[in-house]
């Protein structure tokens, strides 16, 4: 019986038939009690996909995917393409790679931006995968809190013709927000703004001195660690 081909990192004994029984002891459900900080990339997704056959599964899905990041990027549509995940495998996994996220939040009281990094840390997690530009809305109180969540407004490449200002501003103004700050990403990684990026900048500052809503910062984000305010750079701030 052909093999799944061997990945780097993943142990042999996870390249056995599906006939072959896998002993308890190397049982990702098993392992994942025991010593889960020690378990393997295919061992954590197993246990997440579950199934009668989850380690098979889970070598699928990084050999179609390629890596964890990848598999992070991936719709559930996407990951359901893969033999062997069904609809409550992928829906298992996209709930644990939220939790993921959003355990890099501070818990407790309110978050307060005193900087670009203090904002580049909420986001990055939320744009980091994404394939595509995507435009997110941070609100904030008079202190400079964050109110909720951070708010998608819109996907696709920046453009002053494209974004509607109302959209950007329409969260804020329901919950009487003070302040907000814009963020999207770059997919090349590089985050250095584009002139479209400006221009964008320039109209959401003026958008919120007539709705009395202050732009506090725009935030381009590339890989991880990267990010650039163009407040810093004042770039649309005039």
Do not use: W
């Not at 997704?45 to 989850?54: C, D, E, K, N, Y």
């Not at 931006?113 to 530009?133: C, F, R, T, V």
């Not at 958008?207 to 009395?212: C, P, V, Y």
């Not at 984000?221 to 990010?227: A, Y």
Request: aromatic residues 4%; charged residues 20%.
């Amino acid at each position: 019986m052909s093999q799944l081909p061997l990945l780097p990192g993943v142990s042999p004994v996870y390249q056995r038939s599906p006939l072959q029984p896998v002993p308890l002891r190397d049982q990702p459900g098993y392992r994942v009690l025991t010593d889960c900080a020690a378990c393997s990339s295919v061992e954590l997704l197993a246990v997440m996909v579950g199934g009668s056959q989850p380690l098979d599964v889970a070598l699928r899905l990084l050999t179609h995917f390629g890596s964890l990041h990848s598999v992070a990027r991936a719709t559930a549509a996407e990951l359901m393409q893969v033999k062997g995940v069904g609809q409550l495998g992928a829906t298992r996994l996209k709930a644990a790679l939220e939790i993921s996220r959003r355990l890099l939040a501070p818990e407790g009281e309110r978050r307060q931006i005193n900087s670009p990094g203090d904002a580049a840390a909420i986001l990055q997690p939320i744009l980091m995968h994404l394939d595509q530009e995507y435009l997110y809305v941070l609100l904030l109180d008079t202190r400079n809190r964050v109110i909720r969540e951070p708010i998608q407004v819109y996907h696709g490449s920046l453009n002053t013709s494209l974004i509607r200002v109302g959209e950007v501003f329409r969260d804020a103004v329901r919950v009487n927000a003070a302040a907000i700050i814009v963020s999207h990403n770059h997919p090349s990684g590089d985050p250095s703004p584009s002139p479209e990026d400006v221009a964008v900048t320039r109209s959401l500052v003026e958008a919120g001195k007539l709705l009395d809503i202050q732009l506090l910062d725009h935030l381009i984000l590339g890989t991880v660690g990267r990010h650039v305010s163009l407040k810093e750079r004042g770039l649309g701030f005039a």
